[in-house]
């Protein structure tokens, strides 16, 4: 990643409502909120992202730049709130299939002297965005739900990552979040004890809690720094991005 000064974090798990998205927004408006300039891309198809937190549209896409060519500042859109830019994706990163694997890299080349972090929130899958996202990060942030069968649906991300480090000079980080943790469920603990008995110091020490206030956010357009800037959800994204903010890449 030489000649590159942001680190480039991928969000990504192939298993649905996990809080990928929920992460990727979060961590980057706690960054932003930490005085850092963060670009954050939307490869997911659905969109999630974008709609929550793009604020004009865009004259063109992630999948534009990725596709056509197009120039990636004209995919690039403020969100209103500082420090925090977006890249929106739209239906075409759904049909994205791996090419050139240093196609984002050279892509971003031209801006990433103006960010401090790049994070991408990849779709829950493991082909063509994704794979081009975990070929091209510093680190995979892994965000783990703490229910049953949690660690069972790693294998095929685990999997994912041995291609991925044949194919890189030198393979990303990888980093694992306990999100929508319940202290309350016991089953909740014995999730956590598991993965960081798995995974040791690969699992971040912040613990994102089940909340109400961080589930119904998106339907507000909000991050949950806006929606419920004093709750545990929001104390526990901001203890997250001081832990990423600390360990750099």
Partial sequence: ??????????????KGGVGKTTTAVNLAAALAGREHRVLLIDFDAQGSTSRLLREEPASATIADVLLEGAVIESATVTTGRRGLMLMPGDRSMGEYALGDQ??????????MEAYA?????????????????LLTCDEVIVPVQCEYLALEGLVSLMEAMEGVRRMRDEGPRMRYLL??????????????????????????????????????????????FEHDPKGPA??????????????GV
Avoid at 2 to 13: E, P
Avoid at 102 to 111: E, I, T, W
Avoid at 234 to 246: G, K, L
């Fill in 1 to 14: 990643m030489s000649g590159l000064t942001a680190s480039i974090y991928a969000i990504a798990n192939q």
């Fill in 102 to 111: 240093n196609v984002l890299r050279s892509r971003l080349a031209g801006v």
């Fill in 117 to 133: 972090y790049v994070i991408i929130d990849c779709p829950p899958s493991l082909e063509g965005a994704t794979l081009l996202a």
């Fill in 179 to 224: 999100t929508m943790f319940d202290r309350r469920n016991n089953l909740a603990w014995e999730v956590a004890r598991e993965v960081q008995g798995h995974f040791g110091d690969q699992v971040a020490e912040a613990v994102i809690p089940r909340s109400v206030r961080l589930a119904e956010s998106p339907g507000f357009r909000r991050t949950i």
């Fill in 234 to 247: 929001a104390a526990a994204y901001q203890a997250f991005a001081v832990e990423v903010e600390r360990r």
